[in-house]
């Protein structure tokens, strides 16, 4: 399905603007290029790097390219009005973004504690951006020029479109829109929305007139005559105008419409939707109700998941107050000729000149990496790409992917021969999608590989690896590694694909997430079994050994998720003995906006089923400080600060049995806390331990760019977690696993892999951050 009026289909608003070497930070860049004022005012908490990975990059040349003069105010000084007003006042409107994170995960740990640094500031400096950026810089930005109309967007407006559940303030919260005052909010990427006001503005449209545009959510008065309400603000009282019988009802495979066990010679045929999405609005409960129902909000999380499809997903009315909060259909995705113009704009692909010789640690590692597609049908309920970028995979071609490797040999300083990474949110989803058209259009499923991979789904990876063939070849162009996570359950469909990775691009280690083993938790996180990873690992060590190599794979875990019990965790932890792996550093789930797992967090009930009052399971959720730690201890079993913790658990648990000196004990007793295996003293606690190493002896270093250098190497930084050797060997230590120059955690969801960095420095800064 394509879009009305394609993304490069406007006229240009200024047909004789060039592209700027870097959009202007001053009025002295400004008067270079000619300006005497910009049209569009970008504010950002990241700093500004001419970089694709980069949000506030991406919209601005997406803007220049439409003819639009475009400026960009970087982590101002929001204290006062004054730095708001560095440019003059813009023509058609301010643009205002937290950046490519949320500011308060970019500022607080998972234990909500206060962040010392921030990678995307110049030298890792913290504190130059505020608490809820958004809400600041659009007041600021309203003293400064009261009338110029703002625009909401980025990842912080994107998982606060609607009233949601606040972490920091354990409260229910209003939309930002409201909050900040905007005129009007772009969710997900947002390029055609963003496109359209523009022009539309341009003009000389008033902003209180674009009410109907696709990915786009305003305040209005009443809801518009010509759109049915289906009322699902109650519990158990959906409509009529649902496809389901409900609104909670997901179907385990997408409708055909007919049985083909009895008709097996018919074509398989898609039951159409039995509401008009262009016409039809759903009704949220509203803000004040959901502030003081927790199951409600449940209730409401489920039917906004539901209506995520972009073209038979509907629209969303959710009244605040004595307004309305009107939430459009989802944008159409892009198409290929589309990701590869946005991808195509003359970047610089360095940070602005004015930060000198200041490093900015999110730069560094990403700046030769490819994003090569957007979006994830994986649905993981603690994860918001799918609610942000949409489920649809977004592609480049091959030749545009080829091309970006070229500039960044050829302008990224220092570029030594490898490229870190060709990914996204998931490495191995590239050009993967629904093999039915009509069957995609009306599917309303949160996930195409749970409970299982969708027989509907193409898990051909043949595009995949022609890319990595033909990336190999690129001239000067010595390694390619894939350093984003790989979906293992989908690779193992491709065994080529496998062995091709393993073959030619995995610098010693791979990062997959299996996130836990126990069923109970894998269901509530939408994971697939431990099976699809053990058959992965066979795999991986398969291919590994007929190359001639010693490669490793590094799980990542998530510590305290909703629905995960103390026995899920300590049975994690035996797992992790059992299979002689350490956790480096871990990190609890962090329950960040708008994602299923959040919902499970404050309603301590599951959205991923019917939600009811009566009869309803409770779902357990580990939310005090005690019961948080304990499940991060159990990561870290190894580590003896945690184990008086670990010993007092145990015991409460009737576990006593696994604190001692025997092979299948998780833990030593106190009386042998001391004592280590060679009968000497063992300093516990902050005087140094004598840990058990985090690596096999004869496991090669990796350096950041992707090589090996033996065992003496320099050992790299950014390891989470590690295969380590068997207790006896205790005291030989090595080299931590790097993950080839990128912080960990590749995935959108903020916060929620093991790592600490990974919660604080994603693996790419993708466009997920605009």
């Known amino acids: 399905m394509q879009a009305e009026i394609g993304l490069f289909d406007y006229p240009k608003f200024r047909p004789d603007l060039k592209p700027a070497p870097f959009l202007p930070m001053s009025k002295r860049e400004m008067k270079q290029l000619g300006w005497d004022s910009c049209d569009v005012i970008l504010v950002t908490g990241d700093a500004y790097v001419d970089h694709p990975s980069f949000g506030m990059a991406v919209i601005g040349r997406m803007l220049e390219s439409q003819g639009f003069r475009v400026g960009i105010i970087a982590q101002p000084d929001w204290s006062s009005k004054d730095a708001f007003m560095a440019l003059g006042r813009p023509n058609l409107f301010f643009g205002i973004t937290a950046g490519n994170m949320d500011s308060m995960i970019n500022r607080y740990t998972a234990d909500r504690k206060l962040r010392s640094d921030d990678a995307y500031t110049p030298n890792n400096e913290g504190g130059k951006r505020p608490d809820r950026a958004v809400l600041i810089y659009s007041q600021r930005c309203r003293e400064a020029y009261k009338e110029i109309p703002l625009v909401l967007g980025g990842i912080e407006a994107s998982l606060r479109r609607i009233a949601h559940y606040d972490y920091w303030s354990d409260k229910i919260r209003r939309s930002v829109l409201p909050d900040a005052k905007g005129n009007i909010l772009l969710f997900g990427n947002a390029e055609r929305a963003l496109v359209e006001v523009a022009h539309r503005l341009g003009k000389g449209e008033s902003i209180n007139d674009l009410t109907r545009i696709r990915g786009t959510a305003v305040m ?23 496809v389901m019988s409900n609104p909670y009802q997901v179907e385990p495979e997408c409708s055909t419409g007919q049985n083909p066990a009895e008709e097996p010679a018919k074509p398989i045929r898609i039951q159409t939707s039995r509401h008009d999405a262009k016409n039809t609005v759903v009704r949220l409960p509203s803000f004040e109700k959901l502030r003081n129902d927790r199951i409600l909000y449940a209730h409401a999380s489920r039917v906004m998941h539901l209506e ?34 946005v991808f195509g704009f003359p970047y610089a692909r360095v940070p602005h000149p004015s930060y000198g010789k200041a490093k900015i640690p999110a730069y560094e590692m990403i700046k030769t990496s490819v994003n090569i597609m957007r979006g994830c049908f994986g649905g993981c309920s603690f994860c918001s790409i799918t609610e942000h970028e949409g489920r649809v995979i977004q592609n480049r071609s091959q030749e545009s ?16 021969g490898t490229i870190s990474d060709l990914g996204g949110p998931t490495a191995n989803m590239y050009r993967l999608g629904c093999s039915d058209p009509k069957a995609e259009i009306n599917c309303r499923r949160p996930s ?66 299996p996130e836990h083993t126990e069923k109970g938790t894998l269901d509530q996180m939408m994971k697939p079994g431990m099976g699809a990873y053990d058959k992965f690992k066979e795999m991986f060590e398969k291919y590994s050994r007929e190359a001639g190599k010693k490669q490793y794979l590094i799980p990542y875990f998530i510590a305290a998720h909703p629905g995960c019990s103390d026995e899920d965790m300590l049975n994690l932890a035996l797992w992790l003995k059992q299979n002689e792996f350490e956790c480096d550093q871990v990190q609890n789930f962090y ?6 797992a959040t919902a499970m967090y404050h309603s301590e009930t599951s959205p991923l089923s019917r939600v009811k009052y009566k009869k309803r399971k409770e779902l357990y959720v580990a939310k005090g400080d005690r019961q948080r730690r304990l499940h991060k201890a159990l990561l870290r079993y190894h580590d003896p600060l945690n184990w008086p913790i670990i010993r007092e658990a145990l015991k409460e648990m009737g576990k006593a ?27 516990s606690g902050r005087h140094g331990s004598n840990r058990f190493a985090t690596k096999h002896p004869n496991q090669p270093d990796i350096r950041k760019d992707g090589t090996t250098n033996g065992r003496n190497a320099k050992k790299p930084k950014g390891a989470t977690i590690s295969p380590t050797h068997k207790p006896k060997a205790a005291g030989k230590s090595a080299g931590k696993p790097s993950n080839n120059g990128k912080p960990a955690g590749s995935r959108a969801n903020p916060g929620n892999k093991p790592s600490a960095a990974s919660k604080r420095k994603p693996s790419k800064p993708s466009r997920q951050g605009r």
């Not at 992917?401 to 030594?416: A, L, S």
């Not at 027989?455 to 690129?474: F, P, S, W």
């Not at 329950?591 to 299923?596: A, L, Q, R, V």
């Not at 025997?662 to 833990?667: A, G, Q, S």
Request: glycine share 6%; with cysteine; aromatic share 6%.
């Open 591 to 596: 329950p960040s906006p708008m994602c299923n």
């Open 220 to 242: 209005l008065k009443e809801v518009p005559e010509d759109f049915k309400v289906v009322d699902s603000s109650r519990i158990d009282k959906p409509g009529k105008a649902m």
């Open 448 to 513: 195409c590989v749970f409970p299982k991979i969708c027989e509907k789904l193409n898990t051909d990876h043949q595009h995949t690896i022609e890319l990595y063939r033909e990336a190999r070849k690129v001239k000067g162009v010595k390694n390619v590694m894939i350093a984003s996570g790989v979906r293992y359950d989908l690779a193992i469909e491709s065994p080529e694909y496998v062995k091709e990775l393993v073959t030619h691009h995995v610098g010693g280690y791979l990062k997959i997430a």
């Open 401 to 416: 992917i080829i091309k970006e490797m070229e500039d960044i040999r050829d302008k990224v300083p220092g570029f030594t």
């Open 657 to 683: 049995n696994l604190i001692g000196e025997r092979p299948d004990c998780l833990i030593p007793s106190a009386e042998a806390e001391h004592i280590n295996v060679r009968g000497t003293r063992r300093q």
């Open 308 to 341: 995520t499809n972009p073209w038979s997903g509907r629209a969303l009315v959710q009244q605040h107050a004595e307004r309305e909060l009107w939430v459009n259909q989802a944008p159409i995705p892009l198409t290929t000729e589309e990701m590869d113009g």
